[in-house]
C-alpha cells in the first residue's frame, strides 16, 4: 500500500515536500518513482530512486529543483520539490514496483503499485 501526503497550494518559486508511507512491500526488493499527471495530460515520470543502494534517476525538466530520498526507518520516500513553476500543477502519484523487472523506469506502464495521488498547484 502506497499512500502519498504534503501536496497542495504554493506560489511559484516556492517548496512542497511529498511523503510516500509504503506498507506490505519489501522495500529491500522495490524501485520507487513518482510521477504526476497534468489537466488535460498523460501521466508523466518526475523521478525514481531504487530502495537498496539509492540511486536516483530524474526527468530533465525536474534536475536540479526535486530531489527525491527514502527513509529505511520510516519506509517512506519524499520527493522535495523547490523553486515550483505553474506548470508543475499536477497530481503526484508514488508508485513502485520489483527492482528486477524488465521494462523502462520512466514508463508508467512499468509499475505494479500506485498510491492515490496528492494534488499540487502552483500560482503565478
Known amino acids: 500500500q502506497l499512500v502519498e501526503s504534503g501536496g497542495g497550494l504554493v506560489q511559484a518559486g516556492g517548496s512542497l515536500r511529498l511523503s510516500c508511507a509504503a506498507s506490505r512491500l519489501s522495500l529491500d526488493t522495490q524501485m520507487m518513482a513518482w510521477f504526476r499527471q497534468a489537466p488535460g495530460k498523460e501521466r508523466s515520470f518526475v523521478a525514481r530512486?531504487?530502495?537498496?543502494?539509492?540511486?536516483?534517476n530524474y526527468a530533465d525538466s525536474v534536475k536540479g529543483r526535486f530531489t527525491i530520498s527514502r527513509d529505511n526507518v520510516k519506509n517512506t520516500m519524499y520527493l522535495q520539490m523547490d523553486d515550483l513553476k505553474p506548470d508543475n500543477t499536477a497530481v503526484y502519484y508514488c508508485?513502485?514496483?520489483?527492482?528486477?523487472?524488465?521494462?523502462?523506469?520512466?514508463?508508467?506502464?512499468?509499475?505494479?503499485?500506485w498510491g492515490r495521488g496528492t494534488l499540487v498547484t502552483v500560482s503565478s
Open positions: 530512486i531504487r530502495w537498496k543502494g539509492g540511486n536516483t
Open positions: 508508485v513502485s514496483r520489483n527492482a528486477l523487472r524488465i521494462g523502462d523506469f520512466a514508463a508508467a506502464s512499468s509499475y505494479e503499485y
